[in-house]
């Protein structure tokens, strides 16, 4: 095997010294333009996961690098006068420069054929006379660009910027500055490498970075390798009180912009992509080169464990790009936050720091929970008080979802909603006994608000045969038996959702109704333009629904203005072509959806919560942005609305979702913290850990916990005992009180024995970086 390496980098060394490890017999050459001394960058911080792997791949490599570690374990967060530390997280870090160093050292004694100073020959010369061509080229990579139409490389700049720098300050802990001035806010990631030295990252958004004055060196054209001195010295300037009188350190140091690396593959022939040159993840969440040798290791790995080129590099892809995905997708969070920074600074400290350890949703809070129970407890304490309007008692503090939440005329008795649920079992649009039983199960089963699902203010409005309806007598009844039923058996809040579905109405019925003549797909039918006509007749069906509603005995009312329904069509760009009042700008689009919200309002009582669910983006070019959803949720809350069920999508079929984890909390975040209007998160959320999470960093109001609920209608008591609260938030019916504390499992009754003559003292959960000073730094 003849193995070309383009880039002497971290991973570029890493991977060529564990392929001739594993096979010596193996050419390997390494191309590296720079000197061996050269090196861009400072610090290096790793995980103990990559660590291990590293331990058990190259144990020689591993000891030269924990010989050399920084070790701590707190994480300081400076916001507004305030150190608030978290500990438990355990980091490990080196310079970059002594990282460089143990890995050529490493190749030279594997005979690694390394030529430093030499230009790589053009990756398709390399890979008609090599078996394999790896290239560690980087973010700007020439060989990702030589192929880009197998790479497919997508290319994300964001707009903000950040300097990465070094100081002579030693950082006892990975340190979080946030520094509010006249001119924004701006925030500094620091951590310290060695006895003498710390990484500094500078970042600020984009028009606070020209208000600062930074603009004016960033446009000197810099000859390779020089730093912006002017901008270095003014960041001095502002960080004087954190640096206490140390320097900061330039290496190839001027403003950047992220961009964010993401490939269709990784793999052409036998070209292979690895680490920078592959993908990148924002530098608020960890190291690209802690991702570069993770790939190092895995493709090495692949190629020793299978017979040819081809399966190792499909091998090594499949196994990797799970993995680094889920890094991408915390990643974006992370640098979503960072850039959106000022929707937080007017969080009190506990809960703005929470907020920032939250931010990627990979940490949450029974992870801080157990890694510094101490941390967790103040914050949510300082929550608590911040509600109650009082000091918190000595008593354990209630898990955040616990809380209650004033909603409207409603007291919830806490943050946990079942949202809407098309069950489609309506006869003629009237609920049944599975819609009691359904309703009823989920009110017993501790949540705070109960909604039933997808029904109909009038007979051409079904989003399917099976929806129930409100337009009749019958149905009014029928509900009416429903609520009077789960009232008397619990005092949970009972809503439901009105709707008219629009272009997405049930086949068979009259020709659909939409905004504009636009069918959902290919196979659907064309709908009839909505007429001023129509807009009366559907103004009074909502108003009469919403009476209906309030006679059946129902608390809250949510109204679907998403999901490609009537209104929903009238709210976005692509389903809104109209030229007349109600189409075009946003107040256009807005002006049907609020004339319905309005008379919705005088109809049902003041006492009752008025929830309204959105579409917060279309997931479509073209459609709602950002602003056009705080407008969409600030004027309905103006109109009347007590509080905004942030979705998303489901207005067009070519949409392209980015699904996960809570994906669509970003958008209830942002609609929360950009108009102080309360908002439901909805969109898998399954673990009350998450709920905790989402609701002590303030990110909304509520969550909506649907799939969940259908697979355990319990699930907020269970909840609750596998927190162990027993409080009024989450009462226990009667009948069911004996079940409420966990039942045994299988070999939960086994008490271990002692094994070990010594106990191992527990690490400590607060370690500092707090070195010996040497004589000199080992970078």
Not at 130 to 159: I, M
Not at 641 to 655: K, R
Request: net charge neutral.
């Amino acid at each position: 095997m003849r193995v070309a390496v383009i880039g002497g980098g971290p991973g570029g060394l890493y991977f060529a010294a564990l392929a001739k490890q594993l096979s010596p017999g193996w050419e390997v050459t390494v191309w590296e333009r720079n000197a061996p001394d050269d090196t861009f960058g400072f610090g290096v911080v790793f995980s103990d996961e990559t660590l291990d792997g590293i331990a058990q791949a190259d144990p020689e490599v591993h000891a030269a690098m924990s010989a050399q570690f920084a070790r701590w374990s707190d994480i300081d967060v400076h916001y507004r006068g305030r150190t608030l530390t978290s500990g438990g997280h355990g980091f490990a870090a080196l310079g970059r420069r002594r990282l460089l160093r143990i890995l050529q050292e490493r190749c030279a004694a594997l005979a690694v054929d390394v030529r430093y100073r030499t230009q790589a020959p053009p990756a398709a010369e390399l890979a008609a006379a090599y078996d394999l061509v790896v290239a560690c080229d980087g973010v700007r990579s020439a060989t990702r660009s030589a192929f880009a139409d197998t790479f497919r490389p997508e290319l994300d700049e964001r707009p903000g910027r950040y300097m990465w720098l070094g100081t002579d300050k030693v950082f006892e802990a990975f340190t979080f500055l946030v520094e509010e001035r006249e001119f924004g806010t701006f925030q500094v990631h620091a951590y310290p490498y060695d006895s003498t030295r710390s990484t500094v990252i500078v970042e600020i958004g984009e028009e606070a970075w020209r208000r600062a004055g930074f603009a004016g060196s960033a446009a000197l054209e810099l000859p390779p390798g020089a730093s912006d001195e002017a901008g270095i010295r003014r960041c001095e300037e502002l960080l004087a009180g954190h640096l206490d009188g140390h320097r900061l350190l330039p290496n190839n140091s001027r403003w950047l912009r992220f961009t964010t690396v993401r490939n269709a593959t990784w793999r052409h022939a036998n070209v292979v992509l690895l680490g920078d040159a592959a993908h990148t993840a924002h530098f608020s969440i960890g190291s690209g080169t802690k991702l570069a040798m993770e790939d190092a290791l895995a493709l090495a790995a692949c190629l020793h464990e299978h017979p040819d080129v081809p399966g190792a590099l499909a091998a090594y892809e499949a196994e990797r790009r799970p993995v680094v995905e889920s890094t991408q997708r915390a990643a974006q969070a992370s640098l979503e936050w960072f850039e959106h920074i000022d929707r937080y600074t007017g969080q009190e400290p506990h809960q703005f720091a929470f907020n920032l350890l939250t931010r990627s949703r990979r940490v949450t809070y029974d992870g801080l929970r157990a890694r510094d129970e101490h941390f967790t407890t103040a914050v949510t304490t300082a929550a608590t008080s911040a509600t109650a309007g009082t000091a918190a008692d000595a008593a354990p503090p209630v898990p955040p979802m616990f809380r209650p939440f004033p909603l409207g005329g409603l007291l919830l008795r806490n943050r946990v909603v079942v949202p809407p649920t098309a069950l489609h079992t309506a006869k003629d649009g009237v609920p049944g006994d599975f819609d009691l039983v359904h309703l009823s199960t989920l009110a017993l089963g501790g949540a705070g608000l109960v909604l039933a699902g997808m029904t109909s203010v009038s007979a051409d409005g079904h989003a399917a045969p099976g929806c129930p309806g409100l337009h009749t007598d019958a149905q009014e009844a029928a509900w009416r038996r429903i609520t009077a039923f789960v009232h008397g058996q619990s005092d949970t809040c009972l809503g439901i959702q009105l709707t008219h579905a629009g272009r997405r109405a049930a086949p068979g019925q009259a020709p659909p109704l939409a905004a504009s003549p636009l069918p959902w797909d290919e196979r659907s039918p064309v709908p009839r333009e909505v007429t001023r006509a129509d807009m009366d007749l559907l103004v009074r069906d909502f108003a009469r629904a919403a009476e209906r509603a309030d006679r059946a005995g129902f608390d809250a009312l949510e109204l679907q203005y998403g999901h490609g329904h009537l209104i929903s069509g009238f709210l976005s760009p692509l389903t809104n072509l109209r030229t007349d009042a109600y189409g075009g700008s946003l107040a256009g689009r807005l002006r049907f959806p609020l004339e319905v919200l309005r008379a919705v309002r005088k109809a049902w009582p003041k006492g009752k919560a008025l929830l309204v669910r959105i579409s917060a983006t279309d997931w479509a070019e073209g459609g709602l942005g950002e602003d056009d959803a705080v407008g969409v949720a600030r004027a309905l809350a103006e109109a009347g609305a007590d509080g905004i069920d942030v979705s998303t999508g489901e207005v067009v079929a070519h949409e392209r979702p980015r699904y996960g984890r809570s994906y669509q909390t970003p958008f209830a975040d942002l609609i929360r913290n950009a108009t102080g209007v309360p908002t439901l998160a909805v969109g898998a959320i399954s673990t009350y850990d998450d709920v905790n999470s989402i609701i002590l960093a303030g990110r909304a109001d509520l969550c909506g916990i649907g799939r969940a609920h259908l697979h355990d209608p319990l699930w907020t008591l269970h909840a609750a005992a596998a927190q162990g609260y027993h409080g009024p938030a989450a009462p226990w019916a009667p009948s069911w009180r004996a079940g409420s504390t966990r039942p045994p499992a299988g070999r939960t009754d086994r008490v271990p024995p002692r094994l070990h003559l010594l106990r191992r003292p527990a690490a400590p959960v607060h370690q500092r970086w707090t070195p010996r000073p040497t004589a000199s730094p080992a970078r």
